[in-house]
């Protein structure tokens, strides 16, 4: 039987208790007290999961680099059944740590994050006694598209050792990690920033029992998973989060300053199709149009915010043409007109007077919009919030972290509906900065 680990990376340690409940109803049989909440809450968190679940293994993920004897001790005393240490760490420690684990009647599991040759190093963990091998990927990598399955697939052919496996699993490959001889799987973020963390944990062991009483099962068991391109991805990621969502996940870069909607309620997610202009100049914004595809966004910027260089008729051809939506760094008018269409437009200004259409200006070149700088192919998310750009080449991992920052708030606020504040969610009083 394969089991499911829970992984805790939660600092509050009642949420962590209560988190563990939930993903226990839903069939996790294994929990892990994460490193986030070890180095908050100390040993005090082990002990407070062994008192709420006496009969289950609990893990703690110590992420041992050193000293290995007393981390392994400290833990296992504290009520962990399996302790987790860094596959990084010097074969001394290893054999220290497997020894105070032996002693204390504990199992050591190695984890081979950031390993850069995890397959001969996993051999030698083997040599050396371990007998518990995690195959991860660290939540930092995950954002930049690293999934721990190919390192799975070439590691599970040929150790002999029970192989957990770790690293932003979701049901699907969670499934695929069985199929490629996973005995454990761990999953932190699928399950703990959920909204409903007990169905998530139950999708989770549906996806792996169903895989496991299926016939056939290893890595040729027919089950074929439908693969979305990146830009599929980000594109999916971005339709659901909101820009503040990618404001928190880009640390609060990205955001333009004095340019909102003019319509509430529709959002633009697409890809820049720069415009420089001057002025007032309309030329290079309307010929722009012609440019662009059905997830394409037009960006301008246009040196004067009292002259318009948009108005119901370019809103018309862009709207027949399927342009995502447009965003100005100066002035639209025609406001009766362009209402009645759906093209989400978002400006800093609308005025009556319009410019000539002179042509001056470039279109796709690097442009400042909303004392931002945008790029051609550059995405642009904006919504009632306002407007946030992406770099393309960050574009998959800032898609990653926003998901990331979506959940935790999707979990916060069902907290907060079930009768808690804010502040005691967050024990806000508690992690204040320290004089
Ligand atoms: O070990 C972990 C990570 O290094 C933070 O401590 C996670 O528990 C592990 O990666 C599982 O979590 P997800 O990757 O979010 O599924």
């Not at 973020?189 to 056939?216: E, F, M, P, T, W």
């Not at 971005?238 to 990618?246: D, G, T, Y």
């Not at 770099?391 to 990653?400: G, M, V």
Request: with cysteine.
């Amino acid at each position: 039987m394969v089991l499911i680990q829970v992984a805790l990376d939660i600092i509050e340690l009642d949420r962590a208790l209560l988190i563990a409940k939930e993903a226990v109803l839903g069939g996790a049989d294994w929990i892990e007290a994460g490193t986030p909440l070890i180095k908050s809450e100390g040993m005090n968190a082990i002990r407070k999961l062994r008192e709420a679940f006496p009969q289950k293994t609990i893990l703690a993920d110590m992420k041992t680099m050193d000293a290995g004897a007393i981390e392994v001790e400290m833990a296992a005393k504290s009520g962990a059944d399996v302790v987790a240490i860094l596959a990084r760490a010097d074969d001394v420690v290893i054999s220290e740590a497997l020894r105070s684990a032996k002693k204390y009647g504990v199992r050591l599991m190695v984890d081979l994050i950031s390993i850069d040759e995890p397959e001969a190093r996993a051999q030698e963990l083997v040599a050396l006694g371990v007998d518990l091998i995690n195959v991860h990927v660290g939540i930092d990598r995950q954002m930049t598209g690293k999934s721990p399955l190919e390192m799975l697939s070439k590691i599970s052919r040929e150790i002999d050792a029970e192989i957990a496996v770790a690293g932003g699993l979701k049901p699907e490959t969670a499934q695929e990690a069985v199929a490629m001889g996973a005995d454990i799987v761990i999953v932190g973020s699928y399950i703990i920033h959920s909204d409903n963390v007990a169905q998530s944990a139950k999708n989770i062991r549906h996806a792996v029992d169903s895989l496991c009483s299926a016939s056939g099962l290893g890595s040729d068991s027919g089950v074929s998973f439908s693969q979305k391109s990146q830009e599929e991805e980000i594109f999916d990621i971005f339709r659901r989060v909101s820009s503040p969502n990618i404001s928190d996940a880009m640390h609060r870069k990205g955001a333009m300053c004095g340019i909102s909607t003019l319509f509430p309620g529709r959002k633009i997610v697409g890809r820049a199709v720069t415009v420089r202009t001057l002025g007032g100049d309309w030329a290079k914004p309307v010929e722009a149009i012609d440019l662009c595809g059905k997830n394409d966004v037009i960006v301008i910027f246009n040196s004067d915010r009292n002259m318009a260089m948009w108005g119901g008729l370019a809103t018309k051809t862009a709207a027949n043409r399927g342009v995502a939506g447009l965003v100005v760094d100066g002035a639209v008018r025609d406001m009766d007109e362009i209402k009645k269409l759906s093209l989400p437009i978002f400006a800093a200004n609308v005025v009556p007077n319009a410019g000539d259409p002179k042509g001056l200006g470039e279109i796709n070149c690097e442009i400042t919009c909303g004392g931002q700088i945008v790029n051609p192919r550059d995405f642009i998310v904006a919504d009632d919030s306002g407007v946030v750009v992406v770099p393309k080449e960050k574009a998959y991992e800032i898609a990653r972290r926003a998901e990331e920052v979506w959940k935790k708030e999707q979990r916060i606020l069902d907290e907060i509906d079930k009768g808690q504040s804010m502040s005691s969610v967050l024990e806000l009083l508690k992690w204040e900065k320290q004089k």
